[in-house]
């Protein structure tokens, strides 16, 4: 794909994510959730240890960076702001996809954060379909060793990918392709949808597979089939990209179906969650980390301040959830008790 190409579609994912209308319209499933209040704690709020451990590395929250963007001046600036809010936090980042650096280098400096992040567990990205597409084993370790990363996401995108005016559509094969990458891979590959969801059969598959965790990034929050309505050159492909505002899984459900798959493996939470209540829902439902992108988004385009304080705020209500919950500790949320209902 031509380099001039490839900015214009980074450049419009952002503008399109900041102003038009792209959620999805399923809800993520966690609204049906709702904890056990319990009012009489006997917790010190204070004391609440919000602490997960991930590849053997403690992340002082399970909140973490969903992927989001690289590739342009916009993108570096954003971040950079993300990278310097979860490095003071303590948790971890997801880079948006990377592909465009291997063929282009001189774009790296959009995604390398490590001068404003050294501690922050990182996640360096590319789309799972590139290997079908020339993309090497090769051009992996690259990817991770020129931004010091400490995991390799490989996203899967199919819907978005089917939709999309210049999509990447061969998804034949891709499975042994990542097991191969999962030997030989210096650092450990996280598997994620985009917005759609992790099914079971696809959670089993991967987990057979070898990949050290799956994010589910479910149905619920943005839809990647609605931004690449927005981005359609015809009519046509407006149309068939339109029909897709409901697809897939909402994150609730996909969160349980990873979860009964590969019990063994750490679960991410994404796709559609709001705040940190529905943070607590997922690590209750099993997750062991949860991620937001779209508020990130917001303030990352003002400063890195701003991206602090949407941090505090979703920290701060993941801990008052924890402490109506009745549990001093990740351990203690995830054998708590939620309800089903209205």
């Known amino acids: 794909m031509g380099d001039t190409i490839l900015k214009q579609r980074k450049a419009d994912h952002i503008r399109i994510n900041l102003e038009e209308d792209v959620a999805s319209r399923l809800s993520s499933g966690l609204d049906r959730l709702h904890f056990i209040h319990q009012a009489l704690p006997e917790i010190d709020m204070a004391a609440i240890d919000m602490s997960v451990t991930l590849f053997g590395r403690r992340l002082n929250a399970p909140l973490f960076v969903s992927s989001m963007t690289g590739g342009t001046a916009q993108a570096a600036q954003i971040n950079r702001n993300l990278a310097i809010a979860a490095q003071a936090q303590g948790i971890a980042m997801g880079l948006g996809s990377m592909r465009a650096a291997i063929a282009h280098p001189e774009i790296i400096d959009t995604f390398n954060v490590r001068d404003v992040a050294p501690d922050v567990m990182l996640f360096a990205n590319v789309g799972a379909v590139q290997l079908n597409y020339g993309f090497s084993f090769d051009d992996c370790q690259r990817l991770v060793e020129m931004v010091a990363a400490d995991a390799l996401i490989l996203h899967l995108n199919p819907l978005q990918e089917a939709v999309q005016p ?79 505002a409901d697809w897939g899984i909402p994150t609730a459900d996909s969160i349980r179906y990873c979860r009964e798959a590969a019990p063994h493996l750490p679960i991410f939470a994404s796709g559609g969650l709001k705040n940190g209540v529905d943070g607590a829902k997922c690590l209750a439902l099993g997750a062991t980390l949860f991620g937001l992108a779209r508020p990130f988004l917001l303030a990352a385009t003002q400063s890195a301040e701003a991206v602090t304080e949407e941090m505090n705020v979703i920290l701060g209500q993941l801990r008052v959830a924890m402490l109506c919950a009745g549990a001093k500790n990740i351990d203690a949320l995830q054998t708590g008790g939620l309800r089903i209902g209205d």
């Open 166 to 244: 210049e999509g990447d559509v061969n998804w034949a094969g891709l499975l042994g392709k990542i097991e191969a990458l999962a030997r030989a891979l210096s650092v450990p590959i996280i598997v994620k949808e985009v917005g759609a969801g992790i099914s079971r059969q696809a959670a089993q598959s991967l987990a057979s597979a070898g990949v050290a965790a799956i994010d589910v990034a479910g149905a619920g929050g943005t839809s990647w089939s609605q931004v690449e309505m927005y981005r359609a050159q015809t009519s046509t492909q407006r149309r068939i990209a339109a029909a897709f």
